[in-house]
């Protein structure tokens, strides 16, 4: 627990730092597109996944897979330089927290909210509208929804917006059932 605190931390001075250069030179959205193409890869890649977190890969490993990535996938120069920094920094593990938070401070930027939703199962095109509307309602902005499967939910939903969780998954709530159990 306290690495992924580390790395969100870490994830998150890095995002800061992009954020920042990616304004100065106006290609925020340019750089939000590339990370989000890069966190469908890292979604899609149990390879990449791997190579960025294990210690068994130098960092000029990592950032030579990075820069490969990033030539294929004609990213942004400012991209490509922070993907290349990241890596030489010893910091390819944290990428994932830096494009969670990369993408919350464009969100911001925008004046938008952006909601993490995890479901057991992919949502239909009609539930993600409905929680779309909900979190529209409850939020009184609209929502950027990055949507995750998680089968050890079991069932129901869970809604992360900033710091701020909802839980409704049935795993919290046989979580809750058993340690009331466990007290009485």
Known sequence: MADESNASNV?????????????????VAAVEADLKSLKKALAESRDLKVLLASPAFNAEDKGKALSAIAVKAKFNGVT???LGLLAANGRASALPAVIAAFEALAAKARGAVSAEVTTAIPLTAA???GVAAALRQALGKDPEISTRVDPALLGGIRVKVGSRLFDASLRSKL??????????
């Open 80 to 82: 490509k330089k922070f």
């Open 175 to 184: 979580d809750s059932l058993k340690f009331a159990l466990k007290r009485a």
């Open 11 to 27: 994830g998150g001075r890095y995002a800061q730092a992009l954020f920042d250069l990616a304004t100065e030179q106006n290609a």
């Open 127 to 129: 539930q993600t509208k």
